[in-house]
């Protein structure tokens, strides 16, 4: 029998005992791994994400996008003009993180990006721009600044400039996610743009219509208790409801920052399955509490600026910036004139597994890189 010591480390296959030499070669040729030489690479203390705390900024995604509209036809084929954020720590995939897609999307004056439906769902957030709906299913909703609006999964879409100005948006989609389950499928409309269906914005009248209350829409802090597989009815989530409650909040509240997930109002679950949104708002002078969670998320700057420290890393952001905060990663944030934040998250799913964790962190982490 061989020495423990000749028994290879995590990721070595080399000994030399010349009967466990050849077992190893035997066992590569077999096209298997033995668990005993990489337990360390696969069964880690804390998540090990491949992707890096990143932000990428307005000041470069916005001409980046000028130029396309003026370059770049929407048309089948590309179906999208969309700038994806693509992670550095993830080998040039075009993922702002490992399960998540985010992304800006922009459409000229009288422009119409294709219908069509895929899988993975998605959510929009309008950062500038007016004049632009998204059809879903026949319902078409106006898209202005502050918005989110919902394609959830399988839902046909279109998006449709009827103005004469640019207008932006951030996408974000669980797309990383359905492709690591094998589950992506995508299907073009068989017309440039499905029909709309009555009068625009159809979810939100039969909503309140059933009595339903903007209140019903948006919960303080995050959501911690139902899971639902149906994605929200309502598809569209107006600025100046969620505005008005982060300003109760923030009034009501001593807590340097305050926050809001959008709901389904059926159920009181994440808007979508696999996806959480939420709108942050920090007082002015206002330093959050810094903390970590299993899971990725994407922020957008909306409003104010300010600089978020990201796993001791400092990030200074400005309205549109947009930024990543990988799973497990601290993160705290500050402003000093005050600031709203949007944020998209995979927790759902990680809660309907059972594996979501958060920690709160006693002290501000150490800043070790600056990111200006």
């Known amino acids: 029998m061989s020495t423990a010591e000749e028994t290879p480390k995590a990721g070595e296959s080399q000994t030399t005992d010349p009967e466990l030499s050849a077992l190893y070669r035997d066992i590569e040729a077999a096209g298997l791994r033995p668990l005993w030489t990489i337990t360390e690479q696969l069964l880690t203390p804390t998540p090990r994400p491949r992707a890096v705390p990143w932000l990428w900024r307005a000041s470069a995604l916005r001409p980046l996008a000028e130029r396309a509209i003026r370059l770049v036809p929407v048309e089948r084929g590309g179906e999208r003009r969309v700038l994806s954020l693509t992670n550095p720590g993830l080998g040039g995939r075009p993922y702002a993180a490992g ?34 709906w998204t059809t879903v299913d026949g319902d078409a909703c106006d898209m202005r600044p502050g918005d989110l609006v919902l394609t959830p999964g399988g839902a046909w879409h279109d998006h449709a400039n009827g103005g004469d100005g640019h207008m ?49 829409t948006m919960v303080a802090g995050a959501v911690r208790g139902p899971l639902d597989p149906e994605p929200s009815r309502l598809l569209v989530y107006r600025w100046a409801e969620t505005d008005r409650r982060l300003t109760e909040l923030a009034a009501a509240s001593e807590e340097p920052l305050v926050s809001l997930e959008f709901t389904n109002p059926c159920s009181g679950a994440s808007v979508l399955p696999t996806l959480s949104c939420g ?56 402003s000093a ?36």
């Open 168 to 216: 932006y948006w951030f996408d974000g989609l669980d797309l990383p996610m359905i492709e690591a389950l094998d589950a992506v499928f995508f299907e073009q409309h068989p017309e440039l743009r499905q029909p709309v269906a009555g009068e625009h914005n159809r979810s939100e009248r039969e909503f309140l219509a059933d009595g339903g209350a903007p209140a019903e």
């Open 99 to 132: 399960t998540l897609w985010g992304a800006l999307q922009c459409l000229g004056p009288r422009e119409t990006a294709p219908a069509h439906r895929h899988t993975p769902g998605a959510i929009r957030f309008v950062t500038e721009g007016e004049g632009v």
């Open 279 to 334: 709108m942050h708002r920090l007082v002015p002078g206002g330093a959050s509490r810094p903390v970590r969670r299993s899971g990725n998320r994407v922020y957008v700057a909306f409003r104010g600026s300010g600089h978020s420290v990201l796993d001791g890393r400092r990030f200074d952001w400005r309205p549109g910036d947009m930024f990543v905060v990988p799973s497990w990663a601290a993160e705290e944030h500050h």
């Open 337 to 372: 004139e005050g600031a709203d934040l949007f944020s998209l998250g995979d927790d759902p799913v990680l809660r309907a597994l059972g594996v979501y964790r958060e920690e709160r962190l006693s002290a501000a982490q150490e800043i070790t890189d600056v990111f200006r």
